[in-house]
């Protein structure tokens, strides 16, 4: 955060391309799951789960290779770039002719002709990535959210045609292609005078190297948040699966994509701590702060109204989305949060340490997922992962803090601020939009909660100036400070923290 308003600035153009996806797939979900059936979404659902795992090895790790580079000398892009053509075309044969046996692992036969399509998505990825990491560090954020915006728009837009006229689980597969195929076209036309060098096989090969720790990483994540999945489907069916799909597309894909915007904004910095480390604990441990009160209240608002928005903007027949949803965007609003120290850790080579988090969490969720075969419910694996996260972050907070990366102090006042401020916003929503059933139970606790939440906006508004969030908005300059009183009132503040 050297540049606190520069990553600022990045951060919301990545977000407000996100935005704009998340509400164009809003309205693609309303459209398709009004087409298809629950049990197409779960041939879906089972066909993108196993093309992610795919799609992970080819991308190759080359977002955060460039993203960390110092100099982007043209010989080693180039090399990177055949890299991803060499790569995507494996990873497009493994996709198309492993389909069988994919389908297998998750028993949907119906996903062999989902996977064939998707095919082509794992041919493009490793082209959007290096197209993407180079934008990234280049400080392109407003061309690449508007490469990202046209594209994904645009792939929807397209792919619900598709939908409509084919009424087949492949055609959900459509629209994906055609928004990666629209950013990597764009993206790598934009930044075409940057590959005008010669291909070195040394050069590359050491890029290599650094992009197959990346995927270790990124194979033990895919093993953690997926085997939940695989049981879900062994043991229910694909109706639960697809109706996971439904929920996680209104709670969990929306603070996915936050996580990664803030995050593609952020890694580039993070270059800088690799030699230096005068700044990074006090900065990294306010940046957790900063993306906990970002992403933890917005995870709890969203858990409350996400059985309401599950019913309208799904339809009928999508009771078990509903029911998913609200806990689904706690885990939401939480993983921002333990994936940015997983970044940092990732940018500094410090792999072990993440390896040790993913294994932590592929342990839990493996018990989460047998004891969901055993007991034929989705509900273990929600609570494993959220298990998983209460293990993996404060394991990874031990190490950081004994490296002097954070202070574990300072991160712990801002989570408890967080956890807090958290717990009392949702009980007072919850009580407003069940008034009737709270009024049922006592009047009472219906005038106190009331009587909260007015005593509570009120201090909050007459103590704004030391509002935890504001306090670290203004010390990182992204809220100007108002006079000097206010000045030396936050660098006291500061002080004492």
């Not at 009004?34 to 799609?55: C, E, K, M, Q």
Request: proline share 4%.
């Amino acid at each position: 955060m050297a540049d606190a308003r520069g990553i600022a600035r990045g951060a919301i153009w990545n977000y407000s391309a996100q935005i704009a996806t998340v509400l164009a797939q809003v309205a693609y979900a309303a459209v398709t799951s009004r087409l298809l059936a629950p049990h197409d979404f779960g041939a879906f659902a089972a066909g993108t789960a196993s093309v992610a795992l795919i799609n992970l090895v080819s991308m190759a790790g080359m977002p955060q290779v460039v993203g960390r580079m110092t100099d982007l000398h043209p010989d080693r892009l180039v090399g990177l770039l055949a890299y991803a053509g060499v790569i995507g075309l494996g990873a497009g044969a493994l996709t198309f002719f492993g389909a069988p046996l994919w389908a297998t692992v998750w028993g949907v036969p119906a996903a062999v002709p989902v996977l064939h399509v998707l095919a082509l998505t794992s041919v493009i990825t490793p082209f959007v990535a290096l197209g993407n990491g180079l934008a990234l560090r280049l400080g392109l954020f407003k061309r690449l959210a508007a490469a990202t915006v046209a594209a994904n728009v645009g792939g929807m837009a397209l792919g619900a045609v598709f939908v409509l006229l084919w009424r087949a689980p492949d055609s959900l597969a459509v629209a994906q292609v055609i928004s990666l195929l629209g950013v990597a076209t764009i993206v790598l036309t934009q930044t075409r005078s940057h590959f005008r060098g010669r291909f070195r096989l040394r050069t590359t090969l050491a890029d290599v190297s650094y992009s197959t720790k990346t995927l270790v990483s990124a194979l033990l994540t895919y093993c953690a948040s997926t085997v939940g999945k695989v049981g879900v489907s062994q043991a229910l069916g694909p109706v639960p699966l697809g109706n996971w799909n439904r929920a996680d597309a209104i709670t969990t894909n929306p603070f996915f994509l936050l996580g990664s915007a803030i995050t593609q904004a952020v890694y580039p910095e993070f270059r800088h701590d690799i030699e230096d480390r005068t700044r990074t604990r006090r900065v990294w441990s306010d940046l957790l702060g900063v993306l906990g009160w970002v992403c933890v209240p917005l995870g709890v608002f969203v858990a409350v109204i996400a059985p309401f928005a599950a019913r309208i903007l799904l339809g009928d027949g999508w009771g078990l989305a509903g029911q998913y949803a609200s806990i689904l965007a706690i885990i939401g609003g939480l993983q921002p949060v333990v994936f940015m120290l997983v970044s940092g850790f990732e940018a500094l080579g410090r792999f072990s340490w993440n390896w040790s988090g993913y294994v932590i969490s592929l342990v839990v969720n493996v018990l989460s997922a047998g004891a969901a075969v055993i007991l034929h419910s989705v509900w273990p694996v929600f609570i494993g992962t959220l298990v998983s996260f209460a293990i993996m972050h404060p394991v990874h907070l031990l190490l950081a803090n004994r490296e002097g990366l954070v202070d574990l102090r300072r991160v712990g006042r801002h989570y408890a601020e967080i956890a807090g401020f958290s717990l009392g916003f949702a009980v007072v929503l919850w009580t407003l939009l069940h008034v009737p059933t709270v009024l049922a139970i006592s009047p009472v606790l219906l005038i106190a909660v009331l009587l909260f939440a007015v005593v509570g906006t009120l201090l909050l508004l007459k103590r704004r100036d030391r509002f935890p969030p504001v306090v670290l908005a203004r010390r990182y300059g992204l809220l100007p400070k108002r006079d000097a009183g206010m000045i030396e009132t936050t660098n006291a503040a500061a002080a004492g923290r």
